[in-house]
């Protein structure tokens, strides 16, 4: 994928937000803590990192699944914490959400016709037999047929029912679309089908995604900007090319070295970057950098500062001491002392 062009308007901004679950008996779970990162119109930014990092959290609480415990959500310049009547239902038209798992996102007691068209029914845009051809029409679009409208979820493959996801989402014209991880519960030759599929509803429509996925591979080749998450902090943003090109984390560096590369001799010859040690609970984080107990290129002043997010070459953040001169020298200091 080619460099992206420096974008300019911000469909959504992601300002300081955290989602802590209160799991009794003074457990709290930081699921996302502190994450801050735009996205442009028309691009599509992928967040990537391992089960239980936080993307899927941070996703549903943009859209309102979940409330933000702190931070600020703006969606087209507005704040989406105290929408109410108008505002939340045109929000809720204009930010729609595909579903991981395309067996457990549909109702089955409900038509293929019916499911499609429930956005078009809350918000009063189609009825009777204009109703059916949006129906119709949606179905075309996402590659599948009008005998298809009258049957039920259970019918469907799974590559089909993430279709009808797609389809459903679509209904009411969004402009923001978060895709959580709608690959991932499908065989490999289908995923590129509906990947494929989004980039060209993407190019005809005008669409913006967040596309949250732990397959870097794919992640490289539907988005324009890529951000690492781990353990609920974002460790490090930049163009798709230039993460895979220069990763500057330590954890990015190792995410990418597993990623296969389709090519015998290179494959044999590269350096796979192996990650000691389990992922820690976020009921109780390490202090500091998080990633410090499995990185190795830990510093004594990782676990002493949480790392600050800055952007440390044109449009390429990142959270790492190993980037700030103010911890290299407080790293230096303390080795001369030692010695």
Request: net charge neutral; hydrophobic share 35%; with cysteine.
């Amino acid at each position: 994928m080619s460099v992206a062009e420096p974008k300019v308007e911000k469909i959504l901004e992601v300002k300081k937000v955290k989602k802590h679950f209160n799991m009794g008996r003074n457990q709290v779970v930081q699921a996302v803590d502190n994450i801050s990162f735009d996205v442009y119109k028309g691009e599509t930014l992928g967040l990537v990192g391992e089960s239980g990092c936080g993307k899927s959290t941070i996703g549903r609480t943009i859209i309102n699944l979940y409330e933000a415990t702190d931070g600020e959500i703006r969606f087209k310049g507005q704040s989406t914490k105290d929408l109410k009547g108008k505002s939340r239902k045109d929000f809720n038209r204009e930010m729609q959400m595909i579903f991981q798992d395309p067996y457990a996102s549909l109702n089955p007691r409900m038509t293929v016709a019916d499911i499609i068209a429930e956005g078009l029914d809350i918000h009063g845009l189609a009825k009777g037999e204009k109703r059916r051809r949006r129906v119709v029409e949606l179905l075309k679009t996402v590659g599948l047929n009008e005998e298809h409208a009258d049957r039920f979820p259970h019918e469907f493959s799974g590559g089909q029912r993430q279709r009808i996801g797609i389809a459903r989402a679509l209904a009411v014209d969004p402009d923001f679309i978060i895709a959580d991880e709608p690959i991932s519960a499908l065989d490999v030759s289908i995923q590129a089908q509906v990947v494929n599929l989004m980039k060209k509803l993407q190019r005809e429509k005008g669409l913006t995604y967040l596309f949250i996925a732990h397959d870097l591979s794919m992640v490289k080749y539907i988005s324009d900007r890529i951000g690492v998450m781990y353990l609920g902090n974002l460790v490090e943003l930049a163009d798709s090319q230039e993460l895979y090109d220069n990763p500057l984390h330590p954890y990015t560096e190792a995410l990418l070295s597993a990623v296969p590369i389709p090519d015998p001799d290179m494959e044999g010859k590269r350096e796979r970057i192996i990650l000691k040690g389990d992922v820690p609970s976020p009921i109780n984080p390490p202090s500091g950098c998080r990633f410090r107990t499995r990185c190795p290129k830990a510093m004594d002043i990782c676990a002493q500062e949480v790392p600050t997010w800055q952007e440390v070459r044109p449009m390429h953040w990142v959270s790492c001491h190993l980037y700030q001169e103010e911890s290299i020298k407080k790293e230096e200091a303390n080795k001369n002392q030692s010695n």
